[in-house]
Structures are given as structure tokens and as C-alpha cells.
T-cell receptor, first 114, second 113 residues
Framework: DAGVTQSPTHLIKTRGQQVTLRCSPK?????VSWYQQALGQGPQFIFQ???????QRGNFPDRFSGHQFPNYSSELNVNALLLGDSALYLC?????????????FGPGTRLTVT | QKEVEQDPGPLSVPEGAIVSLNCTYS??????FMWYRQYSRKGPELLMY????GNKEDGRFTAQVDKSSKYISLFIRDSQPSDSATYLC?????????????FGTGTRLLVSP
């Protein structure tokens, strides 16, 4: 079992550009959540996908959007990048019928905006 | 005011010391409490979880929840250099895989040999 995988590991973008991050959930999981972790901060909930629809959203602007595919993998898109978007982006997978503590995190994608 | 407050540290202790990590929270709807360990440049990994008030022990780790005070703790006995990491508390209102987790800032722990 490969667990939760994310790609790329890290990337550097320029202000105003757009970025797409990818996540493959743990085998058998059907729900994917995305979190943003700024340096020295705890993860902040961005949104959650189940059955290819956004089910919950945190306090993030519309520049942040996502998608879930039929195989449960997910993408996070960020448009019009700002310097403040520099962070570690974490994907967590879980079962809709599972427990809150059964959310498994991937290693993250480190995004640097210059 | 943040929903979950946690001292960012760093907390430096010698090997073998007992470590106490704490979080306070303001949302009385939180019922499920988790502690995650995060090594540098890695994703968080679950250490322990508890429901409502009470204690839970797992090896060298003990988690405590005091809902009346909105205060949770993680104790690490006989700390080891390999325990050096950032410790994140997280909370949720319901115990389902559908729940968003609300995290504290994380406390950086350094255990010296």
C-alpha cells in the first residue's frame, strides 16, 4: 500500500501564475481533503472532495479550486498566485464512513511563489 | 482569536525528560482530539486520538482531555532524540472521515542526547 502520494514534491512559481497540485489517496479511500500549511503554522483546511464534488470549504478565496476524478484522485488549482500562497500543501485521504482520526496525510507539495 | 491555541516553542529538553505539550481551544463543539507528529518536510502522522474527556495511554505517550477547561495535553515519558519533531494538536466536532480537522500552530520539540 503506497499510502497517500502527492506530486510534485516542490515547485517554484512566479506571482500571477497558476499551479496544479496532484494527490492520489490511500487505497480504498474515497474522500480527499486539502490543507495549506504556512511556515511555522498548523495546517489550514482548504476544501474536501467526495463523489467528485466539493463538500466543505474553509476560508479560502475562489482562486483556490479543485477537482476529484472517478478514481478518487484529486487536484488542487491555485490561480493568480500571490507571495502569501507560498506554503506546504497537504492532501489527506479518508473514508466517508471512517473516523476523524483515520485521515492520512501525504508528504505534501512545497510551493514557493517569487 | 484562533479556535485552537498552541505554544509554538521551541521546547528544548535533555534525553530522558518528561515532556508536556498543551493546547487550548474555544469551540465547545469539539469532541475528538488528536495529536500528530510532523518531521521536517514531511506530512503529519497520527500519534494518538481521544474522545471527550479523560486519559489515554500508548507506550511512552499519554493524552489527556479536560473539556471543562477546554484544555488538552500530550505527555511524552523518557523522551528520545528521535522524538525531536513538531507536535500538532487537531480537533473535530464529529468522528467521521468527512470531518475537517482544526489544527493548532504546532510545538517544535528538541530532545538533546
Amino acid at each position: 500500500d503506497a499510502g497517500v502520494t502527492q506530486s510534485p514534491t516542490h515547485l517554484i512559481k512566479t506571482r500571477g501564475q497558476q499551479v496544479t497540485l496532484r494527490c492520489s489517496p490511500k487505497s480504498g479511500h474515497d474522500t480527499v481533503s486539502w490543507y495549506q500549511q504556512a511556515l511555522g503554522q498548523g495546517p489550514q483546511f482548504i476544501f474536501q472532495y467526495y463523489e467528485e464534488e466539493e463538500r466543505q470549504r474553509g476560508n479560502f478565496p475562489d482562486r483556490f479550486s479543485g477537482h476529484q476524478f472517478p478514481n478518487y484522485s484529486s487536484e488542487l488549482n491555485v490561480n493568480a498566485l500571490l507571495l502569501g500562497d507560498s506554503a506546504l500543501y497537504l492532501c489527506a485521504s479518508s473514508l466517508r464512513q471512517g473516523r476523524a482520526y483515520e485521515q492520512y496525510f501525504g508528504p505534501g507539495t512545497r510551493l514557493t511563489v517569487t | 482569536q484562533k479556535e485552537v491555541e498552541q505554544d509554538p516553542g521551541p521546547l528544548s529538553v535533555p534525553e530522558g525528560a518528561i515532556v508536556s505539550l498543551n493546547c487550548t481551544y474555544s469551540n465547545s463543539a469539539f469532541q475528538y482530539f488528536m495529536w500528530y507528529r510532523q518531521y521536517s518536510r514531511k506530512g503529519p502522522e497520527l500519534l494518538m486520538y481521544t474522545y471527550s474527556s479523560g486519559n489515554k495511554e500508548d507506550g511512552r505517550f499519554t493524552a489527556q482531555v479536560d473539556k471543562s477547561s477546554k484544555y488538552i495535553s500530550l505527555f511524552i515519558r523518557d523522551s528520545q532524540p528521535s522524538d525531536s519533531a513538531t507536535y500538532l494538536c487537531a480537533m473535530s466536532e464529529m468522528n467521521t472521515g468527512f470531518q475537517k480537522l482544526v489544527f493548532g500552530t504546532g510545538t517544535r520539540l528538541l530532545v538533546s542526547p
